[in-house]
């Protein structure tokens, strides 16, 4: 992550003043109030339908057969690195915070509006990260790893832990920061060092999926779908704020007919 810090203080210098005043992001009111409401609403709900799922009972893990996984999936069952697990939270806590420091230029430039709506965008792509993994987890009864380890069963634990494997909050958190990262950059910044960024994000981002398969504690494709939707998050964000001027075009056109013709561009 001291990379990452270095990359984006370095590149300071080509935040000027033409370039803050095309600073590409906008905060709507109405449209971010909505965002805010639905994803507070949907983890609020998320969290409740998790609290009451059932928890696996002993027949359950005890069917917990390694034949019935696919072949992309069988590779998890037995895995246990030592210190993955802690290195994967270590990596995502660190991925969460790092598009953060995105704010400091323009908060020492007393441009508090541009790090305002950074903040909020990113506020947004971590509360629908975690809205929709919870909303998976409390609905999708999948076990995790460590439960089809033959003859250990009654050394692991039944509860809503061991059964919420699909899919893995650490991907989906992991690359739902480091795409917001990366795209904020590339819009924010010309100097050539944005490329840095890019090249060494989403390894990040991989490296804290895979702890998790290395611990045993997701399969493949639980990292797999963590990333798909972290990404999708993290990049879909700052495209709904994105501003452009021939975004919305109105005209008024006569002759045979009248009237006004509106338009939109993505």
Avoid at 20 to 41: E, H, Q, W
Avoid at 89 to 114: F, G
């Amino acid at each position: 992550m001291i990379f990452f810090i270095l990359v984006l203080l370095s590149a300071r210098p080509e935040l000027s003043a033409s370039e803050a005043a095309a600073f590409p992001y906008r905060l709507d009111a109405a449209t971010d109030a909505t965002l805010l409401s639905v994803g507070c609403a949907a983890a609020g709900v998320s969290l409740y339908l998790y609290s009451i799922r059932p928890v696996p009972g002993w027949l359950e893990t005890i069917r917990a057969q390694k034949d019935n996984l696919s072949e992309w999936d069988r590779p998890a069952v037995g895995r246990h690195l030592t210190g993955a697990s802690e290195a994967s939270d270590a990596l995502t806590v660190a991925a969460s915070v790092t598009p953060l420091l995105l704010t400091i230029p323009y908060l020492q430039k007393r441009e508090n509006m541009h790090a305002l709506t950074l903040a909020v965008m990113y506020a947004e792509v971590m509360i629908f990260v975690q809205a929709a993994n919870g909303m998976s987890k409390a609905l999708v009864n999948r076990k995790r790893p460590y439960l089809y380890v033959n003859n250990l069963f009654e050394r692991k634990p039944r509860d809503g832990f061991s059964s919420s494997s699909f899919y893995s909050l650490h991907a989906s958190l992991a690359f739902g920061s480091m795409v917001f990262l990366s795209t904020a950059v590339c819009d924010l910044f010309k100097s050539e060092l944005r490329y840095l960024v890019l090249a060494g994000a989403l390894p990040v981002a991989a490296l804290a999926g895979y702890f998790r398969f290395a611990a045993g504690l997701h399969f493949p494709t639980d990292i797999i779908a963590g990333a798909l939707i972290g990404t999708i998050i993290g990049y879909l964000i700052p495209a709904m704020h994105k501003f452009r001027s021939d975004a919305v075009t109105i005209s008024f056109f006569s002759g045979r007919m009248t009237g006004i013709q509106a338009g939109m561009r993505f």
